[in-house]
């Protein structure tokens, strides 16, 4: 599985964008790059997924750089309810598991 | 449209004993992953079912794991002889097919499983 690149942490203050990095310079031409969250003693849910063009959903926009090596996950306006571990997640286009690395843990201060 | 439903939420069991945690797809979902986070850790996968078949076990320990997901009923992952190290949240993930947009995973809640 290809590997991807995130902060260990960030911090944003509520009703603030907020922009998270991920570096995947290894990225193949068939992977999806995948953007889940995981809040307290919960488990994972999903955010948003795209192949090459920027995507937009309700809950974040996904924007993915020219080359496919980086992309960020951007959440227009942060609330308290957002504070969670961000995971960036290659997946093969046919393929069956979700890789998880450390991800990003996003703080939002009131 | 319920989610992904996993049950019990709280399993407490000895060592020795044995663990079956429950996983209930998304209405119309065939596929069906499990993952393990040990405490501290990350989410670590552990096998890919459809129904009546396993399609990828390569994340299951060698022994005392298995998995089912039968024609009818839940997804079940079964420990047997459960050891402390056990003691980590189970979650289940289901999936409308396996390629392209469709292979979205959705998660549940997570069975906790504690063994003393």
């Known amino acids: 599985d290809a590997k991807t690149t995130q902060p260990n942490s960030m911090e944003s203050n509520e009703e603030e964008p907020v922009h998270l990095p991920c570096n995947h310079s290894t990225i193949s031409g068939t992977d999806y790059i995948h953007w889940y969250r995981q809040l307290p003693s919960q488990g994972p849910e999903y955010v948003i997924h795209g192949l090459t063009s920027n995507v937009n959903n309700r809950m974040a926009s996904l924007a993915i750089a020219e080359d496919r090596k980086s992309s960020t996950l951007i959440l227009h306006r942060a609330t308290l309810r957002d504070a969670a571990v961000y995971y960036c997640i290659l997946k093969e286009t046919s393929g069956s598991r979700l890789t998880f690395g450390e991800g990003t843990q996003l703080t939002v201060n009131p | 449209n319920a989610g992904v439903m996993q049950n019990p939420r709280h399993l407490v069991r000895r060592r020795g004993q044995e663990a079956r945690l429950r996983c209930s797809p998304m209405?119309?979902?065939?596929?069906v992953y499990w993952y393990r986070q040990l405490p501290e850790e990350g989410l670590k996968f552990m096998v890919y079912l459809q129904k009546e078949n396993i399609i990828d076990e390569s994340g299951m320990p060698k022994e005392r794991f298995s998995a089912e997901f039968p024609k009818e009923g839940p997804s079940i992952l079964r420990i047997q002889q459960v050891v402390r190290g056990d003691s980590a949240a189970y979650f289940c993930?289901?999936?409308?097919?396996?390629?392209?947009?469709?292979?979205?995973?959705?998660f549940g809640p997570g069975t906790r499983l504690t063994v003393l």
């Open positions: 209405k119309g979902h065939s596929h």
């Open positions: 993930a289901s999936s409308l097919s396996y390629y392209g947009l469709a292979d979205t995973q959705y």
